[in-house]
């Protein structure tokens, strides 16, 4: 049997009220909709005296996480594997072997002998 706390006088309290509002709407309950409900019953809350409320039984507001960075679309740099040291890198490559021509006959060349 679910305990009800009652008030000195024999009353239900407040926090009483919106546990069981709460349960009756489910998971997915929002303070303004108890505000309304509990308003309809003629008890006034306040929505920090719901969210507490609701906070402590065990209504927490699920957050929805960002994103991570390699999950959201891919730059066009690293869609092809492709980064600044990479490009760097190859820069510097194809100044040592004297032009672009050279470096790629110098990759064709280690690609033969792989």
Do not use: D, F
């Amino acid at each position: 049997m679910p305990r009800t706390k009652k008030s000195a006088v024999g009353e239900i309290s407040k926090a009483e009220h919106i546990r069981q509002a709460a349960k009756t709407m489910g998971k997915k309950v929002r303070p303004k909709q108890i505000i309304a409900v509990l308003k309809e019953q003629g008890i006034v809350v306040t929505s920090p005296q719901v969210s507490s409320t609701l906070k402590a039984a065990g209504y927490h507001r699920k957050r929805r996480g960002k994103k991570a960075a390699s999950a959201t679309a891919p730059t066009p740099a690293s869609a092809n594997g492709l980064t600044l040291n990479a490009l760097v890198a190859a820069k510097e490559r194809i100044h040592k072997a004297g032009s672009v021509k050279a470096a790629e006959a110098a990759i064709q060349a280690m690609k033969k002998l792989a």
